[in-house]
Nanobody, 124 residues
Framework: QVQLVQSGGGLVQAGGSLRLSCAASGSASRSTYAMGWFRQAPGKEREFVAAINWSGGTTYYANSVKGRFTISRDNAKNTVYLQMNVLKPEDTGVYYC????????????????WGQGTQVTVSS
């Protein structure tokens, strides 16, 4: 099992930037975990945002964030990042990082461990 602790987030104006961090601990093999970011807007289901494989060499993005968000990881620090640029009001929601053994996935039900969530609010 992997424990995930998130930081970052907050309130920003449209067009601004934020960076989310997700620090992992608790497993001797956590560097072999694929990591993902998901978000949940009020009244909506949780949705995929971005994912990265264990080495950082493969990334996937939702179409809605492609070109604006960048997922990365530093295995020496056991941390995954989500750099969010050119933020839009529709990016508002609670963001969650997640970990899973094996290959990268866009499906939230394939992730085993979740962070506590962090609020991102983009004002227009």
């Amino acid at each position: 099992q992997v424990q995930l602790v998130q930081s970052g987030g907050g309130l920003v104006q449209a067009g601004g930037s934020l960076r989310l961090s997700c620090a992992a601990s608790g497993s001797a093999s956590r560097s072999t975990y694929a990591m993902g970011w998901f978000r949940q807007a009020p009244g909506k289901e949780r949705e995929f945002v971005a994912a990265i494989n264990w080495s950082g060499g493969t990334t996937y993005y939702a179409n809605s964030v492609k070109g604006r968000f960048t997922i990365s990881r530093d295995n020496a620090k056991n941390t995954v990042y989500l750099q969010m640029n050119v933020l839009k009001p529709e990016d508002t929601g609670v963001y969650y990082c997640a970990a899973r053994r094996g290959v990268t996935s866009r499906l939230l039900n394939e992730y085993d461990d979740w962070g506590q969530g962090t609020q991102v609010t983009v004002s227009s």
